[in-house]
């Protein structure tokens, strides 16, 4: 099997038709998988992380600080931005194709062999588990896809499971509460973690205390962010941890909320090891993270920002940074295209405070229809809306009508962030 042939198999495993609450969710098809293979989920170490929203950033923090200790880590993250080969990293590197497309072999061998068709997800999390035992990481830090109980990366053992956060987010699968939600995501909090938990919410948190856990860390108790200023380029934080306080830490990331990332990422590495980090190697840790996509500055004189903020709560924290932090003087320009509620999502992007509002379909079979993108901002009181059919006209439209002083954040999806990277790396000088 060739890498276009990878391809072609998890194409064929694709399924979209999912509309409604899993009525028998299940764990038996990956963890037969596991077993065929001699469980090479079990073969490192492992970190575990879900929540609704800064995952991917808590992940790929504790990765660059795991990194600056000497380890080798296999790093399992979704979606993609452009490529399928970035959800699976060893020590920040994508899987080349050619391994990509030996992984993916075994597995189309292995169903043949059990029987079992695994998802698209679940032959993509199986072909990590595999690569990374055959690669012998020394520690696996894996994103969960959704929502944690049920999810295919929950066939780990992890020694430290971190929750970011608790909101509203694939409720067609749980809810329709966030205490529903609470206790799906703390279905990786197994009895020999240590459990991290980001929520604040007491409620919530009651909730993700109930798994028996070897021990329980909680923010704002356990650990805390203590200072965070912006900074040029990123934010400037003071970390608490249960063992240590670590000043002026430079994230070379946007928004507020990155320094509870980054406290929560540097409890879990913390303890990881049980014992306390050398700040020189957590500076150096926190200064290689690089997040494509999230909230990422790819060109000024106009300022343009790509965000795949992909509900309502990431939707929020976009618009709070793109105008508190950033605070553009001039005209802005979003551009936008979404997986759900078109109409929650422009609403917490703030469509009404912007001059300029061009909608377009996501480029995803779930994306919603322009004319309804369109028509939601509009609803929510846009007063110049656009609507175009893709994302890649959307950004040749912002800038054309945008001048030096102007600024455009496009945003809605992953999908929408990487379909802008791509076009904006052609129009921006």
């Not at 072609?8 to 299940?26: C, F, K, M, N, W």
């Not at 809810?175 to 919530?204: F, M, N, Q, W």
């Not at 704002?220 to 000043?247: C, H, K, M, Q, W």
């Not at 343009?304 to 976009?318: E, F, L, Q, R, S």
Request: with cysteine; proline share 5%.
């Amino acid at each position: 099997m060739n890498y276009a042939e990878a391809l072609a198999y998890l194409d064929q495993h694709v399924s979209y038709d999912t509309t409604g609450r899993i009525e028998s969710p299940s764990l038996d098809n990956i963890q037969r998988m596991m077993t065929t293979m001699g469980e090479p989920q079990l073969a490192a170490p492992a970190i575990h992380v879900t929540g609704t929203n800064g995952k991917g950033s808590t992940v790929q923090m504790i990765t660059r600080l795991l990194m600056a200790h000497g380890l080798t880590v296999g790093t399992y993250t979704s979606p993609h931005l452009h490529r399928v080969n970035e959800r699976i990293a060893r020590s920040g590197e994508p899987i080349d194709d050619e391994s990509f497309a030996e992984q993916i072999a075994a597995i189309a061998e292995l169903e043949g062999l059990t029987g079992v068709r695994p998802s698209y997800f679940e032959a993509c999390t199986a072909a990590a588990f595999r690569w990374f035992a055959d690669v012998a990481v020394d520690v696996v830090v894996a994103e969960v896809g959704l929502l944690g109980r049920w999810d295919a990366t929950n066939v780990l053992d992890a020694q430290v499971a971190v929750v970011t956060n608790i909101g509203m987010d694939h409720n067609e699968f749980a809810g329709p509460t966030l205490a529903d939600i609470a206790r799906e995501k703390a279905g990786i909090i197994k009895p020999g973690s240590a459990a991290v938990i980001g929520e604040t919410s007491e409620s919530l948190v009651d909730i993700l205390v109930e798994p028996a856990a070897s021990t329980r860390l909680c923010r704002d108790i356990d650990f805390a962010v203590e200072g965070n200023e912006l900074a040029i380029g990123g934010r400037l934080v003071d970390l608490r941890t249960p063992t240590s306080i670590y000043p002026d830490m430079f994230l070379p990331l946007h928004g507020a909320h990155q320094g509870d990332n980054a406290a929560a990422a540097l409890t879990a590495v913390e303890t990881f090891f049980a014992a306390p980090l050398a700040a020189d190697l957590v500076a150096e840790g926190f200064a290689a993270v690089e997040m494509p996509g999230r909230f990422e500055v790819v060109g000024h004189q106009p300022l343009v920002i790509v965000d795949g903020a992909h509900n309502p709560a990431g939707g929020d924290t976009c618009a709070q940074v793109f105008f508190d932090d950033f605070a553009p003087e001039g005209r802005r320009i979003l551009v936008v295209g979404t997986l759900r509620d078109p109409a929650e999502m422009l609403a917490a992007l703030r469509a009404e405070e912007f001059d300029a509002v061009i909608a377009a379909t996501a480029p995803s079979p779930r994306g919603v229809d322009a004319r309804a993108v369109g028509a939601a901002a509009v609803a929510v009181g846009a007063e110049e809306v656009l609507v175009v059919d893709t994302i890649s006209d959307a950004c040749r439209m912002a800038l054309d009508d945008a001048d030096a002083s102007d600024a455009v954040l496009v945003a809605g999806s992953l999908y929408v962030a990487g379909e802008a990277r791509v076009a904006l790396a052609k129009l921006l000088p």
